[in-house]
């Protein structure tokens, strides 16, 4: 069975303050997908990484996919109130029409 | 562009009883997925239509189907409703299933 596991699964942190969020598994992806989800919504696709090292920035968020293309990060530099949410990392397998989602991680940055 | 749009939003049923939820991709998306989201649980992918046709299924029991019509437009049904069964059911429409974009989700509470 895949498997994604995140980390840290909750953390709480003040305004202005840098953040990493992890995402590992032992199978290897295609193509990894962050999203950002708020309460009662669905989730909004944030980025999506298929080749491995690669590395793609969205003004204060930046995302790397592991060279094996079996782990991905998501850092955020300068957190503010409004990057509050549950991140999620989705993996889709070669030849497969699935995605396997994370466990989430659940951020709340404090004004 | 309009997005993927779920209706309804919010349901309440009672147990035994059975539900359809709809869905309407993003127009020329041909792909549609539905997931069941719920805390203790996750994400978890129930199953995937292209062109009118079951692609993949997730392991979820037979209660849970759906079907896609001509329109690209996915209904999904549960039938003999669980309390387990409560939770937020999630649509995403892709092209060709490389990026998922998702709906607003229809909250189901089963009494």
């Known amino acids: 069975t895949q498997l994604l596991e995140q980390s840290p699964q909750f953390l709480s942190i003040q305004e202005g303050e840098n953040l990493t969020v992890y995402c590992n598994s032992s199978?290897?992806?295609?193509?990894l997908q962050w999203y950002r989800q708020e309460p009662g919504e669905g989730p909004v696709l944030l980025v999506t990484?298929?080749?491995?090292?690669e590395v793609k920035k969205l003004k204060r968020l930046t995302f790397q996919f592991g060279d094996a293309r079996k782990d991905s990060s998501l850092h955020i530099t300068a957190a503010q109130p409004g990057d509050t949410g549950l991140y999620l990392c989705a993996g889709q397998s070669s030849g497969t029409y699935k995605y396997i989602f994370g466990t989430g991680t659940r951020l709340k940055v404090l004004a | 562009k309009a997005g993927v749009t779920q209706t309804p939003r919010y349901l309440i049923k009672t147990r035994g009883q059975q539900v359809t939820l709809s869905c309407s991709p993003i127009?020329?998306?041909?792909?549609v997925s539905w997931y069941q989201q719920t805390p203790g649980q996750g994400l978890q992918f129930l199953f995937e239509y292209f062109s009118e046709t079951q692609r993949n299924k997730g392991n979820f029991p037979g209660r849970f189907s759906g079907r896609q019509f001509s329109n690209s437009r996915s209904e999904m049904n549960v039938s003999t409703l669980e309390l387990g069964d409560s939770a937020l059911y999630l649509c995403?429409?892709?092209?060709?299933?490389?990026?998922?974009?998702f709906g607003p989700g229809t909250r189901l509470t089963v009494t």
């Open positions: 199978s290897v992806f295609s193509s």
């Open positions: 127009s020329g998306h041909r792909s």
């Open positions: 990484v298929v080749t491995g090292g």
């Open positions: 995403a429409s892709s092209i060709d299933t490389y990026e998922q974009y």
